[in-house]
């Protein structure tokens, strides 16, 4: 049966400009009909960034609820329902509500042309707005100046963590532009944390927080986090925190915690919470360890995993990851969206991958097909099979192999695809 809130959402994409043109003016005009509820949110921690946003802010969320905080947050995109993309005080939004409060924006849009983010981030929006809480956690869709999300005008912090080459088409192909563009969050007298940048980035990020007269904290020079003996190790101006290792693995969720941490010590949080953000933050398919569930029994001894990574950047990260996994041949099923950087994405795992077999991303108009992907893996080394299936490459790795290490990756929509399949 389907749900009431998957009809106005499939009615939304039909309110989609015909060309893209990242503007608020559309985001605008709804939130006017809608009686302006971005002014009525509880004090706003506004997050972008081209990886680790999601990460951070999960971690973010779990430091304020330790500290007995309730918590709005608004992520995107969803991987197996769309209601995880609102969190009102620390529970998912309910069928009912969220139906409710689609068909609101719906109403009041009158038929204009509107994207389904921008929309639906007016949707969140109104759910938080009369929803009671302590903060709000906004995430950026793309980029952030013009972001839909880029509409509070006195966020009580915002956080940019590392920016990298993504969404060129939208964003530019260079790394200022798009530093340019994530610090559009950055308001006048705001603090904002910064993770670790390029040093061109960073310019830009400074530039702007010093037109604004926003104090930045950043990542190197007013705070500092590494790993060492198997904790994680955080000192800033007030001190030095000795804390666990985060609950997500690989060695970027290091800096990402301390993004989280410089946050949560600028809201005036305590050690318990910081600790609480490292041990409590759960975020699925981020490096996410499948131990349990339909594939994940049916294919068992194998040692699944699963991330949603999909650039360059994102490839660097893993590669280093599956480096500090325990030593054992590693076996990728990848399948990506045809906007992106494939090749980048893909040579630093070839130098930690013992093969990839490439699938085509089930249900997913815009997949790249699995013989360009597999094309894409044989030019950077890797020995590749192509396979008609996501059950049917599992299935040829573990005849080889049962105990294989095998690492599903290369999108979101594929990771999401997984989750609902593995539930």
């Not at 990242?22 to 939130?31: A, C, E, F, G, Q």
């Not at 939004?93 to 849009?109: F, G, K, Q, R």
């Not at 949707?123 to 709000?136: C, E, H, K, Q």
């Not at 630093?348 to 699938?359: D, F, G, R």
Request: glycine content about 8%.
């Amino acid at each position: 049966m389907t749900a009431g809130s998957d009809v106005i959402l499939a009615r939304m994409m039909a309110l989609h400009p015909k060309v893209i043109d990242l503007t608020l003016d559309r985001v605008w005009r709804l939130l006017d009909a809608l009686g302006n509820p971005q002014n009525d949110l509880p004090p706003v921690i506004h997050l972008a960034g081209t990886n680790g946003k999601g990460s951070t802010q999960a971690m973010i969320r779990a430091g304020l609820e330790q500290a007995g905080k309730r918590v709005h947050a608004y992520t995107s995109p969803h991987l197996a329902r769309f209601h995880e993309r609102i969190r009102l005080a620390g529970e998912l939004i309910s069928e009912d509500h969220l139906t409710a409060v689609l068909d609101e924006c719906y109403a009041a849009n009158g038929g204009g042309n509107i994207t389904y983010f921008e929309i639906t981030t007016a949707a969140a929006l109104l759910a938080f707005a009369r929803t009671a809480a302590d903060y709000t956690l906004l995430e950026v869709g793309l980029g952030g100046r013009l972001d839909a999300t880029n509409v509070i005008d006195a966020p009580a912090l915002t956080v940019i963590t590392p920016v990298d080459l993504d969404h060129q088409q939208f964003l530019g192909d260079t790394l200022p532009g798009i530093a340019g563009e994530k610090a559009g969050i950055i308001k006048r007298g705001v603090p904002c944390v910064v993770g670790p940048q390029h040093d061109d980035a960073m310019e830009v990020i400074e530039a702007r927080a010093a037109r604004l007269g926003a104090p930045l904290l950043a990542h190197g020079q007013h705070w500092q986090v590494s790993e060492e003996r198997g904790r994680l190790v955080y000192q800033d101006e007030t001190g030095l925190l000795d804390l666990p290792l985060p609950a997500l693995p690989g060695p970027h969720q290091i800096t990402n915690a301390g993004a989280a941490i410089a946050a949560l010590r600028q809201l005036g949080c305590n050690e318990a919470a910081c600790e609480a953000a490292m041990t409590d933050v759960f975020w699925p398919a981020r490096m996410q360890h499948l131990t349990q569930g339909r594939i994940a029994d049916r294919f068992r001894p194998a040692d699944l995993w699963l991330d949603g990574g999909h650039n360059p950047a994102a490839g660097v990260m893993l590669a280093r990851t599956l480096a500090a996994l325990p030593n054992r041949p590693t076996h990728l099923v990848c399948g990506m969206l045809n906007t992106k950087d494939i090749r980048g994405y893909l040579l630093p795992l070839a130098k930690v991958a013992q093969s990839l077999t490439a699938i085509s991303i089930p249900y997913e108009v815009n997949t790249l097909p699995a013989d360009v992907t597999a094309k894409a893996a044989r030019d950077a080394g890797l020995d590749t099979q192509v396979a008609a299936s996501l059950d049917a490459a599992l299935a040829a790795i573990t005849a080889k192999d049962p105990h294989a290490r095998i690492l599903i990756c290369g999108s979101l929509y594929l990771a999401g695809y997984v989750l609902r399949e593995n539930a």
